[in-house]
């Protein structure tokens, strides 16, 4: 059986409701160990972003090389795809500046801005409330001429992925990728990071 025999619209809107349901149980199991690993807090932010302390890159790191064997897992065993999307790096780079810049100032990315909220924690207030005002911003009036110009400039229409650049399995990519995080983990760790 094999990606093309497969119709995943066969439940109609009970998969649009299995899909959100499933979302909001990863969510809340996302949020319980952003929590318990105190990764909402400013001091564990500002940490990272001055290198004093990785927990935040380690769980970062850890939840990339996660997603990304659970998505091949799922194409491999399920034969779910997926569409890989346009890469623009104009609006990469200037989407990246942008987040960095909100995220080193308020000492917040989104996701552990919400935690925090949730914690009680209200100095995640303002970022909350930035995030939702630049995004109406950008949503409303921004975004149709941001997209025409960067699009243009050095895109890749049919996206771009390690993997099929490299010509070898995805398998291998995450098992370097992988060992990589180790090594970086370990060093973390010897350096009291």
Known sequence: MGPETVNYDLLGPLASAAELWSGLVF?????????????????????????RDMTVMK??????????????????????????RPVMPVAF????????LGWGICGHCPGTTL???GEGRWDAL????????GS?????????HV??????LGAFADGLDLHTALGVSPWLVIAVFGALCLALFWWFEKRGL
């Open 27 to 51: 969510g809340v199991i996302f949020g319980f160990v952003l929590q318990r690993a105190h990764i909402v807090r400013y001091d564990k932010q500002i940490g990272m972003l001055q290198l």
């Open 59 to 84: 769980y970062m790191l850890s939840a990339a090389l996660t997603g990304a064997a659970g998505m091949f897992f799922l194409q491999d065993v399920l034969y779910y795809t997926w569409t890989i």
């Open 115 to 117: 935690g925090a909220l």
């Open 147 to 152: 997209y025409m110009y960067t699009y243009r």
């Open 136 to 144: 109406l911003i950008y949503a409303n009036w921004v975004h149709s």
């Open 93 to 100: 780079i200037v989407g990246g500046i942008i987040f960095g």
């Open 126 to 133: 303002w970022p909350f409330l930035g995030g939702v005002l």
